[in-house]
């Protein structure tokens, strides 16, 4: 039986100290000569305190301002946009108008447009398109416009008979419609009317 050779234990000290020396972590500050006692007893800059005590307040801050946008922003929105131009139509006296009813239609559907604008159009975050009085007060005021240029059709026809076709098809554009967009039929039902 042969036996394994031994290592002599010199040998086997200098391994055991080259592995330890692998495991470990070696720091080495380069380009800097400061004795070791100075960095244990350093202390942060005054400057930098101060600043990253603002930097903190600064971030609270933000957050803050973000959580009382979320929670007040949106009522705010809503009272803004709560405006119903309900005012009294007065048509321009240079305009000369066959019919008063149809300027002061015509008015109407343009004073909508240009201020508040179509609320069915708007998106549904949008605080117009949740408030009952705007949508109401628009479906009502086109609801009444179609209703009135339907029996003028039939009123103003030639022969009795065969109602005035521009007439019924602004009846039929502005009478109200659910989940479909305002805003074309409206132009149609203007373009019918000016004719």
Known sequence: MTSLPTIHPAYQETDALEAA???????????????????????PSPLMETASRWWRRMIFAGRL????????????????????????????????????????????????????????????????SRLTSLPAWQEGLTSALSDYMLLAAHITS????????????????????????AEPRMHAAVQALQR
């Open 21 to 43: 020396n692998d495991r470990a972590v070696v720091v080495t500050l380069l380009g800097s000569s400061i004795p070791a006692a100075y960095l244990e007893e350093a202390e």
């Open 65 to 128: 301002a973000l959580i009382l946008m979320l929670l007040g922003g949106y009522p705010l929105m809503v009272a803004l946009s709560h405006k119903i131009d309900s005012r009294p139509i007065t048509t321009a006296s240079e305009a000369s108008w066959t019919s008063p009813e149809i300027a002061t239609a015509l008015t109407l559907i343009a004073r909508e447009e240009t201020q508040a604008g179509w609320a069915v159009d708007k998106a549904w975050w949008r605080p117009q």
């Open 158 to 181: 030639p022969d009795g008979y065969t109602p005035d076709p521009d007439l019924t098809a602004a009846g039929r554009l502005l009478a109200p419609v659910a989940d479909v967009e």
